[in-house]
């Protein structure tokens, strides 16, 4: 189960065509689209840090929408290469894990008594960002073993929305408490997503019965 059905995908792509289209027009490769989204994430990160946390939504959003025209460009124009899968996939680990950290760093900067659960909340965004890194190791490793693995409650879509749009709006909220209950609820769904794909690549392989995997590093 996704928490972004598969109409709301079809209809996004759909008013993201023309900026596609213009792209396509204009000649911009796929990778720089890649860059471009990290560089936003990655201001989205710094926002979150210095207690701008209302601009960090809109840039986290805005990165979301730059991460999936990469994508359909690249598949417009023929250029799906293994290489920018690979670069696609590596940039969007390091602004998941920027994130966070931004939000831990906001956090740990807010003066005593302003932010309600300051400590928790620094412990909760760090997991936040273990467990966001390992949903998409968990995909990654699967589909390194031939297993396609895009089961899971929160993949990056999900994140992106449910951080993005209610901190846009509202901000940290009162005694940062919007914030810390995103946070929260991300990294928990983050868990269960964990648990989902072990559980599948579990059941596809057919578990110990199975002749054992190469082990990776």
Excluded: H
Aim: proline share 4%; charged share 15%.
């Amino acid at each position: 189960m996704k928490l972004i059905a598969k109409p709301v995908e079809r209809a996004f792509r759909v008013v993201t065509q023309p900026v596609v289209d213009r792209l396509l027009r204009a000649g911009v490769r796929p990778n720089a689209i890649t860059t471009l989204g990290t560089l936003i994430v990655v201001a989205s990160a710094l926002a979150y840090g210095l207690g701008r946390v209302r601009l960090g939504g809109v840039l986290y959003l805005v990165s979301g929408v730059v991460d999936t025209l990469d994508g359909a460009v690249a598949r417009a124009r023929g250029e799906v290469t293994r290489f920018g899968a690979f670069y696609d996939s590596t940039l969007d680990r390091l602004g998941d894990g920027a994130t966070f950290m931004g939000i831990a760093v906001f956090y740990l900067r807010a003066p005593a008594g302003t932010v309600a659960y300051g400590d928790l909340a620094i412990i909760i965004s760090m997991t936040a960002i273990v467990t966001s890194l390992v949903v998409s190791y968990a995909r990654a490793r699967a589909e390194g073993l031939g297993i396609d693995c895009r089961v899971g409650l929160v993949q990056r879509a999900e994140r992106i929305v449910l951080l993005g749009l209610p901190t846009a709006i509202g901000g940290a909220g009162p005694d940062g408490l919007l914030l810390f209950w995103i946070v929260s609820i991300l990294a928990l769904a983050s868990v269960v997503t964990i648990v989902q794909r072990i559980v599948y690549v579990y059941r596809v392989t057919g578990g110990a019965s199975a002749p054992d995997a190469p082990k990776g590093s």
